[in-house]
């Protein structure tokens, strides 16, 4: 990385930290992401919760609707000002294991550190290490910056670190939100507004032999294989869905390839040993999260895909890549699951990234009848379609085969494939899309 202010971070006197949690592979990624865009002078130390409660409660609700729609109301219904105010006590109070790992970790330097700049992916380290950032900075003489990235384009209390230097969020609706919560705290923190951090060597751009690669797959009077990436979410949701999809996919043609990433765990492994059975399948996978995540970046970095099946999670901003560039594959997004999926795709469909939910509807109801589409309304379609860089698939795995092929063989991937990120002129916040996140928010923090 050749950038002067983002060289500053390379002082020797100066230690970066990163902090996250096992909630998931979306905290972990955007991490990952991050350490990508340091110089490779810059020496960072990763710091995991140990909480093991947190993934808990993330597997129960990604997969229990009941646990999860309880949940969302602690966090957002009429108790959730006291729940909040008490999950945030609950989270500063407990401090002993980050004070000793941030102690240990300056006295065991040959020459301690007189900055640490700690970058938190999760609020729940964030919190701890706020609430000892004083105390820290005034028995070790050192000055710490901490600055929180939030990892979804939503607003939720908990994230909201007072004591933080920097939150950082991925759009301007969100940031008035947060910026509105901390002034009736009485408790302000600098906010602000950058795209989404993605890991750079996903913003590529493609050879010409990959490019027409991936132009070539989504041609529906072609010939070349379909490279198809399905990453499976940390807590294993929809396994049962996406076996159903692979099976209905693939007896519509032998095209496709699936890329399956996934953890190898126990509750994946059935799962897993299933899809080896099948024919055009493809297995990634890894027993350490860390591991997951570099399995999926080199999978694109090894095969030009051309879609990809995924939550609208963290995931859901890949959309901020245009297709022209490594990690620019046509994205299908399974059903929302959580307050903060819906909002993810509602800041997609404010950039025209997506379509709208009825004209997405509208589009399944075409696939299911088959329907064909007359020259007028095939012209429009296609219009809207050159800016889109994504759709809703139905929640039932035949349908969502039948609405996939439909796509394909009526040409709207083709046109998805050839479309540009110039962005749409009635777009009101064009500031929050681009694929250079990770070198502003460095640029952002070495200015700070």
Request: glycine letters at 6%; aromatic letters at 8%; hydrophobic letters at 40%.
């Amino acid at each position: 990385m050749d950038d002067p202010i983002i060289n500053k971070l390379a002082h020797r006197q100066f230690q970066v930290i990163f902090t996250y949690a096992p909630a998931g592979l979306g905290h972990l990624r955007v991490t990952d992401a991050l350490y990508r865009g340091l110089p490779e002078t810059v020496n960072p130390v990763l710091l995991g919760s140990k909480d093991k409660s947190i993934r808990l409660i993330h597997r129960i609700t990604s997969i229990n609707p009941f646990f999860r729609s309880a949940f969302e109301w602690l966090q957002s219904g009429p108790l959730s000002s006291l729940s909040n105010r008490l999950y945030r006590a609950s989270l500063r109070s407990n401090t002993r294991l980050i004070y000793e790992q941030l102690g240990n970790l300056i006295e065991e330097k040959m020459e301690p550190p007189k900055e640490i700049l700690v970058i938190s992916t999760h609020f729940g380290l964030a919190h701890k290490l706020a609430a000892v950032k004083k105390k820290l900075e005034k028995e070790k003489g050192i000055k710490i910056f901490l600055g929180v990235i939030v990892t979804d384009a939503t607003f939720q209390h908990i994230w909201y670190v007072d004591g933080a230097d920097l939150i950082v969020v991925p759009s301007h609706p969100v940031k008035e939100q947060y910026d509105a919560y901390g002034k009736h705290l009485g408790l302000p923190v600098r906010i602000e507004v950058l795209p989404y951090p993605l890991r750079p060597d996903m913003g590529q751009r493609l050879d010409s032999n990959g490019a027409t690669s991936r132009v070539d797959q989504l041609n529906a009077t072609g010939d070349k294989p379909i490279q198809m990436s399905i990453p499976i979410s940390g807590a294993a949701v929809g396994t049962d869905y996406f076996l159903g999809l692979i099976r209905d996919l693939g007896g519509k043609s032998e095209r496709f390839r699936f890329h399956i990433v996934s953890k190898d765990a126990p509750y994946t492994r059935e799962f897993l040993a299933e899809l080896g059975r099948n024919n055009g399948v493809d297995i990634h996978a890894a027993r350490v999260d860390r591991e997951v995540v570099d399995a999926y970046d080199k999978l694109y970095n090894e095969e030009v895909i051309a879609l990809e099946v995924t939550k609208p999670s963290e995931q859901a901003f890949k959309a901020l890549l245009s297709t022209n560039l490594r990690g620019g594959s046509i994205l299908l997004f399974s059903s929302p699951v959580g307050k903060q999926e819906f909002d993810n795709l509602a800041f997609l469909q404010r950039h025209f990234l997506v379509p709208s939910l009825q004209r997405n509807t509208e589009l399944w109801a075409m696939a299911e009848n088959q329907q064909s589409i007359d020259d007028a309304a095939r012209s429009q379609l296609l219009d809207e379609a050159h800016t889109w860089r994504g759709v809703r698939i139905p929640e039932d795995p035949e349908s969502a085969a039948n609405f996939i092929w439909w796509m394909l063989t009526s040409g709207i991937f083709s046109q998805m494939v050839n479309g540009n990120m110039t962005g749409n002129p009635s777009d009101p916040y064009p500031d929050e899309l681009g694929p250079d996140g990770v070198a502003k928010f460095w640029r952002l923090v070495a200015s700070l």
